[in-house]
């Protein structure tokens, strides 16, 4: 895709195990394109100057763990049509690898992330934005199943997380950043109905040229 070509930059946002990424691969198989992704998760700062015990008793809840000048630097390159070497972020040693993911410029670039409608900046390049809202029950035994079985955590440090940053920092950002989402979705990419709306939205918004 060239420059010149008009970019739809759709925001997915949520709470920890909301459903973000079943969202996002539900409008992976049914939009045109296909779509580039871009994930917010993989542009933590990069911390090699911390030991593992001290990465690991930092706050990635927080809006400031985040490189979010190099996260708005990519999206800007990407809405002109350019490709950009997004960073991979390893969880396994809570740093960034040495690994980068080529993403490709798409007529559709979905940015997915827990915070991405709580940076203005972020926000201000979203063309259509849509919060996946899901009870506090469901998104916390997600993330247990999620911590624990396929990224070999203790039940004790999930918890310990949980309660320590996860819950405050959804509380401080997550909740109030819900206010700049355009549509709010119950299940995310289960939600037909929904689905069905936000694929028109996109549709609509790529004929009159995203504006």
Not at 78 to 86: C, D
Not at 146 to 164: A, I, K, M, P
């Amino acid at each position: 895709m060239g420059a010149g070509v008009e970019t739809l930059v759709v925001g997915v946002a949520g709470g920890t195990g909301s459903g973000k990424t079943t969202l996002t691969r539900a409008l992976l198989e049914r939009c045109e394109g296909p779509p580039s992704v871009l994930y917010h998760d993989n542009y933590y700062h990069r911390q090699d100057e911390l030991t593992y015990a001290e990465r690991e008793k930092v706050n990635y809840d927080d809006l400031d763990a985040f490189d979010n000048d190099l996260f708005v630097e990519h999206l800007r390159t990407l809405r002109t049509g350019a490709a950009v070497e997004s960073p991979v972020y390893d969880f396994s040693i809570h740093n960034r690898s040495d690994e980068t993911t080529t993403v490709e410029p798409a007529s559709v670039v979905i940015v997915e992330g827990i915070l991405i409608f709580a940076e203005p900046r972020i926000c201000a390049l979203l063309d259509i934005k849509l919060f996946v809202d899901t009870d506090a029950d469901v998104r916390l035994l997600r993330r247990i199943k999620r911590d624990v079985v396929d990224r070999g955590r203790t039940l004790q440090s999930v918890e310990e997380q949980y309660l320590g940053t996860v819950k405050p920092m959804h509380e401080l950002y997550v909740e109030p950043s819900k206010r700049n989402a355009d549509i709010i979705i119950p299940e995310g990419g289960h939600n037909i109905v929904a689905m069905d709306m936000i694929l028109g939205h996109i549709r609509a918004g790529m004929s009159s040229g995203n504006r």
